[in-house]
């Protein structure tokens, strides 16, 4: 079963408007992580919050996280059209195995 | 040149064929993983591997086998494919534990 969820499933917006998409996760983590996909290309790693960390900044990007809700949004400011692209979660968890676990991601469309 | 590669990028096959995947990396990385994306379920890990010693299955690893053959490869095998892992496959490769991701671009499987 998917660690991540992400909502909403797909967002359109106009260009110079802000964008957030949210995740939520079931179980304790180390760290969160959110990726970009351009239309069936890699994925590219945006951000890296830590479990002690509230909230990060990047750019056009700001992370936060509130690990008593399970939850992490991802603000993207002034989305231009190229911030067209899928948007993943990642989560680590705290204890047992390294991996990383990806949620179902958001289908983001900013129209010019 | 990318940094991870994968090989080959598009493939279509029949059913109870064997296939084989590969990915090679020249990050020097040590840990390597395979994952499988279908639309609408974000990625899911099928193997993850730490060193050429060390290979770990992931959530959906029934139907597949791997080998880790040098710290740059790691290979994905479905022994006899079945229509149903008609998917798009990313290698990733990361160093130690510290949380980023590098993906490579992906390989389209597609079984009859």
């Known amino acids: 079963s998917q660690q991540g969820e992400e909502d909403p499933q797909a967002l359109s917006i106009q260009e110079g408007e802000n964008a957030t998409m949210n995740c939520s996760y079931k179980t304790s983590i180390n760290n969160l992580q959110w990726y970009r996909q351009n239309s069936g290309r890699g994925l590219v790693h945006l951000i890296l919050i830590r479990s002690n960390e509230r909230e990060k900044h990047s750019g056009r990007l700001r992370v936060t996280l509130d690990t008593s809700k399970k939850s992490s949004s991802l603000l993207i400011t002034a989305s231009r059209a190229a911030d067209t692209a899928s948007y993943f979660c990642?989560?680590?968890?705290?204890?047992?195995?390294?991996?990383?676990?990806f949620g179902t991601g958001t289908r983001l469309k900013v129209l010019a | 040149d990318a940094d991870v590669t994968q090989t080959p990028r598009n493939r279509i096959t029949k059913t109870g064929k064997r296939i084989m995947l590969e990915c090679s990396q020249t990050?020097?990385?040590?840990?390597m993983y395979w994952y499988r994306q279908d639309p609408g379920l974000g990625l899911q890990l099928i193997y993850y591997s730490f060193d050429v010693k060390d290979i770990n299955k992931g959530e959906i690893s029934d139907g597949y086998s791997v080998s880790r053959q040098a710290q740059a490869k790691f290979s994905l095998s479905l022994e006899s494919a079945i229509p149903n892992q008609t998917a798009l496959y990313f290698c990733?490769?990361?160093?130690?534990?510290?949380?980023?991701?590098?993906f490579g671009e992906g390989s389209r499987l597609t079984v009859l």
């Open positions: 990733a490769t990361s160093w130690r534990d510290t949380g980023e991701l590098f």
């Open positions: 990050k020097g990385h040590d840990r």
């Open positions: 990642a989560t680590r968890m705290a204890s047992g195995t390294y991996k990383y676990i």
